[in-house]
């Protein structure tokens, strides 16, 4: 059996153990730039750090056995008591706050963490951690607002884009028409009149071999005139300036018939559908893009437009009964000819979309979705 003096002398160095465990993990939480106390189920203090006790300006070692209320302030003691009482029932409690520091110069952001000391089931008081998190709030503060600059300069730039569509599609379609009216007043007047020349000097020819070549002559200026006419309607089809969209697009269905062999169906819902002028040009090239994209890849001889007021949005929908889009990605890359990238960036700039639904072997369909303009006197007929 070990002798009293051994026990007391192990016991006693136990002690030291312990008491110089208890000075490190002081000297620990005192380094700590976060408040740190320890309180009993009936408020007293047990324990607080260096920074503890500096913000609320109380002797370290007069803490110990104060009354939280008489640590923190009975304004503060109320703000808190709800959190308090939480806490002491098992909840821990989380909050932030801007508090002043009691000489009343400094103002922090803090981050409370209130976690209760449960023993057996019971509460026998709660640790409070409490974290001046002003720097992490400056720059959250930062980013968020650097984040609001680049939102708003991403508007400003998408705003700017938008208006360069609407000032590049009304600057080409006047260019266009120019150059249709040039190919009509000009060079198509040129064949009418060469034409009718052609058709004079044909009576006065005698010889039967001439009179076949000025025939063949003939031939070919109606052609030419016929060519003419076509490239001035692709150019700038007058039904669309007259008559507006819905008409504009059954033209281009006949025509689509006529020149590619591609039966075209186009339906309107009959509802008004107000357009600006920029948004009709756009469309309309749009659908002339997609059902040439039938002709060339769908390989189907079926297409069918459909014109609908969706709840303030036009929608056009271009569906063909083909062998649909195998690679969709590589489609909107413009790797296969389609075009749908620039269709896709020109609907987008006027605030609208497009979206693809295509199966291979069964069809595509292609929805484009524009704002209808909302002010009675539109600039465009639908």
Not at 88 to 104: A, H, M, W
Not at 241 to 269: C, F, I
């Amino acid at each position: 059996m070990l002798g009293s003096d051994v026990i007391s002398d192990r016991l006693q160095a136990v002690e030291q153990q312990l008491n110089q465990r208890e000075r490190d993990l002081q000297s620990i939480l005192d380094h700590m730039p976060s408040m740190i106390g320890c309180w009993d189920a009936s408020l007293h203090n047990r324990f607080g750090n260096h920074a503890y006790h500096s913000w609320f300006g109380v002797d370290p070692n007069k803490m110990p056995g104060m009354h939280i209320r008489d640590v923190i302030g009975e304004e503060r003691y109320r703000l808190n008591l709800p959190f308090i009482q939480a806490v002491l029932k098992g909840e821990p409690q989380v909050f932030e706050r801007d508090i002043p520091s009691p000489d009343g110069k400094l103002m922090r952001h803090s981050l409370a963490h209130y976690i209760p000391e449960i023993v057996a089931g019971e509460v026998k008081g709660f640790y409070v951690l409490v974290s001046d998190v002003t720097e992490l709030k400056t720059s959250e503060a930062a980013v968020n607002l650097a984040h609001e600059h680049l939102e708003q300069r991403v508007a400003e730039r998408t705003q700017q884009l938008s208006q360069l569509t609407v000032d590049a599609t009304l600057a080409e379609e006047k260019e266009r028409q120019a150059i249709a009216r040039d190919l009509h007043d000009d060079l198509g007047q040129l064949l009418h009149v060469a034409k009718i020349r052609l058709d004079q000097l044909t009576k006065k020819i005698a010889c039967k071999e001439t009179a076949e070549q000025v025939q063949q002559i003939d031939e070919l200026l109606a052609a030419a005139s016929e060519r003419v006419r076509f490239l001035t309607a692709q150019l700038s089809p007058p039904v669309l300036e007259t008559l507006g969209l819905v008409p504009a697009l059954a033209w281009l269905g006949e025509e689509m018939q006529r020149v590619y062999g591609l039966a075209v169906v186009v339906k309107d819902d009959g509802l008004p559908k107000p357009l600006d002028t920029a948004q009709t040009i756009i469309l309309y090239r749009a659908a002339r893009e997609l059902l040439i994209n039938v002709f060339k890849h769908a390989k189907s001889p079926f297409a069918k437009v459909e014109t609908m007021n969706d709840d303030g949005y036009l929608m056009l929908r271009v569906t063909d009964e083909g062998v649909g889009i195998v690679d969709l990605e590589a489609a909107m890359a413009g790797a296969n000819g389609f075009g749908l990238t620039s269709v896709r960036e020109r609907i987008n700039y006027l605030d609208g979309t497009m979206d693809i639904e295509a199966v291979p072997n069964d069809g595509t369909v292609v929805i484009l979705r524009l704002p209808l303009v909302k002010t009675a006197n539109a600039g465009s007929k639908a």
